[in-house]
């Protein structure tokens, strides 16, 4: 076959009717989605196009936006690459705001106290995070493996566990609070980080990006070229696809599962290690510091269907929602708004796969297709 | 250490506090056990009952009467239910991601409404039940309650009337238990399941309005506050019966409402061991009864005809 023949295929497949409709059915359901969030923005008194031009001017259009932006989508590309692949193995891990709570909380632990080198300490606070996150993701991991507890409970259940663990640990002071006696204010906050334990910035035209970004944009790419080029990848995919015949091709379904499981949750704790080292929040641990990057971070990865390199953009969506809310004041509309148009995204993308499948279905079942099966039914019949 | 648990076991409103809860977390287990059976480990239930508490205040301010916001409550959580069922049993988009977003959806969409307009308190009657409610000790939890609660007593049996007494019923389960067989049998596997959310739907829808009407009397966004997962790990408690479910609930009522007395009866126990109790109790008892009960055979898996 010549080169000229392949690409001539290669465009064909893509051309089709198929893909056309695919993507009409894609701007035909998000426009919808934005229309249905555009209605009720009206529909309480608010101007759509306020809102709208609200939130690019928070995201994108103003002094340094953009680079927030990026800075912002790091925690929710890291949550999110860590559960696609957990998804990919069949796995449905829903705790990542408690293992991003944990993570950020043993990576203030060790930062605050390893002293030494800046590099050094953003590296322990990392490796800390990564930790933690993937402890507590690990205790779902092991009662799964233990007693088969369906992890989509244990690790939500976990999370409600980790909100008040933390609370706990911001009130003594051998764990994370604040060992500072000078300062007034010590009521549920944590020690200030060494202030050569900040994750250097990246000038772009005035727009700093937090080096985090770099973290998670490279472990997208490792994560990529680990699911769909490596053994390790193709055993996560078949344990998804049918864990009792990836067993039989030698796939230990228990150990890797547990491993995966741990992985996203190591993903999601180093998360919070860059959310806290990034200083963008605040320069220690604070009540209430997760923020929802793990909420948003798993359902940036729900969206990007399993996909790792998908989950960049809509990390990218997910964050310019984010800093664009805190534009909305201006407009009087409430910033919940934001959650409302989230979820409806989220609704928005799942339509058309779904569509097309069942179209795709009905198509193979039509009676034309099945001639050929249905030919030896007629000659019985006669 | 004795006499204080003395008390606190003798205190009337710790009772009325774990029945109120506990009935709460029936109205939304027992659908969600209906909906199990079927096969659906719906996560939505979080959703559904604060779409029904809203839809209780909203009812209540329409008509100023506790039966529409009952009312109201049960649609709210039925539309959840229908836009859930439809999702996922016939556009066969993947259950989970369905619930969650339908969680994140109605949270943010009835605190954005919540915050646009003015709701006013939304209280139902208490009403007095004869004779039960004179039982010592019990009495008032069981017999003195805001009328909604007691809707809860008929839902049970009703429940299980439904699920093992009628053809429905059987079907239902059978879709749950092997829907490649109920197929060929000519049960409408994804139209059963579909139909188990709408009683998910439902009594969640109710379980939302009775947290508005019986217990706060007005909606807050976190009013419902993760009850909706306690739910669905009280229905693994029971493993999957219907009577080990009402346990779970009960049981789960308890803990949290010891949670709330604990501190009102001035005993200092960590604020952090008093929030995490009931997820901790949750944890404990799902590890210590999931491997010993049989869940339904297909919970969790899609079905779609022709492929196995």
Redesign the interface.
């Given at each position: 076959m010549s080169k000229g023949e392949n690409r001539k295929s290669l465009v064909a497949r893509f051309a089709t009717r198929d893909t056309g409709v695919a993507i009409g059915l894609y701007v035909l359901s998000l426009s919808a989605a934005i229309f249905v969030s555009a209605l009720?923005v009206a529909a309480?008194?608010g101007s759509a196009t306020a809102v709208f031009d609200a939130l690019l001017d928070g995201s994108l259009r103003s002094q340094g936006a953009w680079g927030l932006t990026l800075t912002t989508s790091a925690p929710l590309l890291l949550v999110a690459v860590g559960t696609i692949v957990a998804t990919r193995a069949g796995l449905?891990n829903?705790g990542q705001e408690g293992q991003l709570l944990i993570g950020t909380c043993v990576a203030a632990y060790f930062a605050v106290r390893v002293g030494g080198p800046g590099w050094f300490v953003i590296a322990v606070a990392l490796l800390a995070g990564a930790a933690g996150g993937g402890a507590w993701a690990g205790i779902a991991a092991g009662?799964r493996a233990w007693?088969?507890?369906?992890e989509?409970?244990?690790t939500?259940?976990?999370t409600?566990?980790a909100?008040?663990?933390m609370?706990?640990g911001l009130?003594q002071s051998w764990l994370l609070k604040d060992r500072d006696t000078e300062r007034m204010n010590q009521l549920n906050s944590g020690e200030r980080l060494p202030a050569n334990a900040n994750l250097p910035d990246l000038m772009i035209f005035g727009n700093s990006i937090d080096s985090g970004f770099f973290v998670a944009i490279g472990l997208a790419f490792v994560l990529t070229v680990m699911v769909g080029r490596t053994v390790l990848g193709s055993r996560i995919d078949m344990l998804g696809f049918n864990p009792r015949a990836a067993q039989r091709f030698g796939v230990s379904a228990g150990p890797l599962s547990a491993a995966v499981l741990i992985g996203s949750g190591a993903t999601a704790g180093v998360a919070g290690a860059v959310l806290l080292t990034g200083g963008a929040a605040s320069d220690r641990l604070v009540f209430g510091f997760s923020g929802n990057f793990g909420?948003d971070g798993?359902?940036v990865a729900?969206l990007a269907r399993n996909r790792v390199m998908l989950a960049i953009p809509m990390a990218f969506v997910f964050a310019m929602l984010r800093t664009g809310s805190s534009f909305l004041a201006a407009t009087g509309v409430?910033r919940?708004?934001?959650?409302?148009v989230?979820?409806?995204l989220?609704?928005a993308l799942?339509?058309p796969?779904?569509?097309l499948?069942?179209r795709d279905?009905r198509r193979s079942?039509a009676p034309s297709n099945l001639a050929v099966s249905s030919a030896p039914i007629a000659v019985e019949v006669s | 250490m004795f006499e204080a648990i003395g008390t606190l076991l003798s205190s009337e409103s710790l009772y009325t506090s774990a029945f109120q809860l506990s009935v709460l977390f029936v109205f939304a287990a027992s659908g969600e056990w209906v909906a199990e059976r079927a096969g659906t480990?719906n996560?939505s239930v979080e959703g559904m009952l604060l779409a029904g508490a809203f839809g209780a205040v909203v009812g209540h301010q329409w008509v100023a009467s506790s039966f529409m916001g009952l009312a109201v409550g049960a649609l709210g959580g039925l539309s959840v239910a229908v836009?859930h069922a439809n999702?996922s049993h016939r556009?066969?988009?993947?259950q989970?991601?369905?619930g969650?977003?339908?969680n994140?959806?109605v949270?943010?969409?009835t605190?954005?409404?919540d915050?646009?307009?003015d709701f006013g308190p939304a209280r139902a009657d208490v009403v007095r039940l004869p004779l039960v409610a004179d039982v010592p000790l019990l009495g008032e939890a069981l017999g003195n309650r805001p009328w909604p609660a007691y809707l809860a007593y008929p839902l049970i049996p009703a429940l299980w009337w439904a699920v093992f007494r009628t053809r429905w019923g059987l079907e239902v389960r059978s879709v749950g238990e092997n829907p490649q067989a109920a197929d060929v049998s000519g049960i409408d596997v994804n139209a059963r399941r579909r139909q188990a959310i709408y009683v998910t739907g439902l009594t969640c829808g109710l379980g939302g309005a009775f947290m508005v009407l019986g217990q706060v009397g007005t909606f807050q966004s976190g009013i419902i506050n993760?009850r909706g997962?306690i739910a669905?790990?009280a229905v693994?408690f029971g493993g999957w019966t219907l009577r080990g479910t009402v346990i779970g609930c009960i049981v789960f009522g308890f803990v949290e409402a010891l949670t709330i007395a604990i501190p009102a009866n001035r005993y200092s126990i960590?604020?952090?061991?008093?929030?995490?109790a009931p997820?901790?109790v949750?944890?404990t008892v799902?590890?210590a009864f999931?491997?010993r009960v049989r869940a339904p055979n297909a919970l969790?898996q899609p079905f779609?005809r022709?492929l196995t």
């Amino acid at each position: 076959m010549s080169k000229g023949e392949n690409r001539k295929s290669l465009v064909a497949r893509f051309a089709t009717r198929d893909t056309g409709v695919a993507i009409g059915l894609y701007v035909l359901s998000l426009s919808a989605a934005i229309f249905v969030s555009a209605l009720l923005v009206a529909a309480t008194g608010g101007s759509a196009t306020a809102v709208f031009d609200a939130l690019l001017d928070g995201s994108l259009r103003s002094q340094g936006a953009w680079g927030l932006t990026l800075t912002t989508s790091a925690p929710l590309l890291l949550v999110a690459v860590g559960t696609i692949v957990a998804t990919r193995a069949g796995l449905v891990n829903i705790g990542q705001e408690g293992q991003l709570l944990i993570g950020t909380c043993v990576a203030a632990y060790f930062a605050v106290r390893v002293g030494g080198p800046g590099w050094f300490v953003i590296a322990v606070a990392l490796l800390a995070g990564a930790a933690g996150g993937g402890a507590w993701a690990g205790i779902a991991a092991g009662l799964r493996a233990w007693r088969n507890v369906p992890e989509v409970l244990t690790t939500l259940l976990l999370t409600f566990v980790a909100f008040p663990l933390m609370t706990f640990g911001l009130r003594q002071s051998w764990l994370l609070k604040d060992r500072d006696t000078e300062r007034m204010n010590q009521l549920n906050s944590g020690e200030r980080l060494p202030a050569n334990a900040n994750l250097p910035d990246l000038m772009i035209f005035g727009n700093s990006i937090d080096s985090g970004f770099f973290v998670a944009i490279g472990l997208a790419f490792v994560l990529t070229v680990m699911v769909g080029r490596t053994v390790l990848g193709s055993r996560i995919d078949m344990l998804g696809f049918n864990p009792r015949a990836a067993q039989r091709f030698g796939v230990s379904a228990g150990p890797l599962s547990a491993a995966v499981l741990i992985g996203s949750g190591a993903t999601a704790g180093v998360a919070g290690a860059v959310l806290l080292t990034g200083g963008a929040a605040s320069d220690r641990l604070v009540f209430g510091f997760s923020g929802n990057f793990g909420w948003d971070g798993l359902l940036v990865a729900l969206l990007a269907r399993n996909r790792v390199m998908l989950a960049i953009p809509m990390a990218f969506v997910f964050a310019m929602l984010r800093t664009g809310s805190s534009f909305l004041a201006a407009t009087g509309v409430d910033r919940k708004m934001t959650d409302v148009v989230q979820a409806l995204l989220v609704l928005a993308l799942l339509l058309p796969p779904a569509l097309l499948f069942i179209r795709d279905r009905r198509r193979s079942l039509a009676p034309s297709n099945l001639a050929v099966s249905s030919a030896p039914i007629a000659v019985e019949v006669s | 250490m004795f006499e204080a648990i003395g008390t606190l076991l003798s205190s009337e409103s710790l009772y009325t506090s774990a029945f109120q809860l506990s009935v709460l977390f029936v109205f939304a287990a027992s659908g969600e056990w209906v909906a199990e059976r079927a096969g659906t480990l719906n996560i939505s239930v979080e959703g559904m009952l604060l779409a029904g508490a809203f839809g209780a205040v909203v009812g209540h301010q329409w008509v100023a009467s506790s039966f529409m916001g009952l009312a109201v409550g049960a649609l709210g959580g039925l539309s959840v239910a229908v836009v859930h069922a439809n999702l996922s049993h016939r556009l066969t988009a993947n259950q989970f991601v369905v619930g969650l977003a339908l969680n994140v959806l109605v949270l943010g969409l009835t605190a954005f409404l919540d915050g646009s307009f003015d709701f006013g308190p939304a209280r139902a009657d208490v009403v007095r039940l004869p004779l039960v409610a004179d039982v010592p000790l019990l009495g008032e939890a069981l017999g003195n309650r805001p009328w909604p609660a007691y809707l809860a007593y008929p839902l049970i049996p009703a429940l299980w009337w439904a699920v093992f007494r009628t053809r429905w019923g059987l079907e239902v389960r059978s879709v749950g238990e092997n829907p490649q067989a109920a197929d060929v049998s000519g049960i409408d596997v994804n139209a059963r399941r579909r139909q188990a959310i709408y009683v998910t739907g439902l009594t969640c829808g109710l379980g939302g309005a009775f947290m508005v009407l019986g217990q706060v009397g007005t909606f807050q966004s976190g009013i419902i506050n993760g009850r909706g997962f306690i739910a669905i790990a009280a229905v693994i408690f029971g493993g999957w019966t219907l009577r080990g479910t009402v346990i779970g609930c009960i049981v789960f009522g308890f803990v949290e409402a010891l949670t709330i007395a604990i501190p009102a009866n001035r005993y200092s126990i960590d604020p952090f061991i008093l929030d995490a109790a009931p997820y901790i109790v949750a944890l404990t008892v799902v590890l210590a009864f999931a491997a010993r009960v049989r869940a339904p055979n297909a919970l969790a898996q899609p079905f779609t005809r022709g492929l196995t």
